[in-house]
Nanobody, 115 residues
C-alpha cells in the first residue's frame, strides 16, 4: 500500500509564496519520477513540475522561473516552492510518484491566490 500525503496549500495574495510538500508512506521502493500536477476549476489536470531520481527537472512554461521542485529521497518527499504567485495559479495541486511504472496520486491540496 502506497499513500502520498500533500501539505502546504492555502490562501495567499498575488505575488506571495507557498511551499508544498508531499511525503510517500507505505511500501515505498525505487521511486522514479516525482511531480506536481494541478487542476483549476473547469480545466483539465496539467503537469506543473517533475523531477526524476537523478534530480533532473522539467517545468511547465507557465511556472518556469517562479516555481522550484526538489526532492529528498531519504524521506520519500517532494517539494514545490512557489514564488511570485499569480491568480491563475489557483488550483488543486496533486502530488504524483511513479514506482515500477505505476502512478500514485495524492488527494490534492488547494492553493488559492487572491488579488
Amino acid at each position: 500500500q502506497v499513500q502520498l500525503v500533500e501539505s502546504g496549500g492555502g490562501l495567499v495574495q498575488a505575488g506571495g509564496s507557498l511551499r508544498l510538500s508531499c511525503v510517500g508512506l507505505g511500501s515505498i521502493l525505487n521511486i522514479n519520477d516525482m511531480g506536481w500536477y494541478r487542476q483549476a476549476p473547469g480545466k483539465q489536470r496539467e503537469l506543473v513540475a517533475i523531477i526524476n531520481g537523478y534530480g533532473t527537472t522539467n517545468y511547465a512554461d507557465s511556472v518556469k522561473g517562479r516555481f522550484t521542485i526538489s526532492r529528498d529521497n531519504a524521506k520519500n518527499t517532494v517539494y514545490l516552492q512557489m514564488n511570485s504567485l499569480k491568480l491563475e495559479d489557483t488550483a488543486v495541486y496533486y502530488c504524483n510518484a511513479v514506482m515500477w511504472g505505476v502512478h500514485y496520486w495524492g488527494k490534492g491540496t488547494l492553493v488559492t491566490v487572491s488579488s
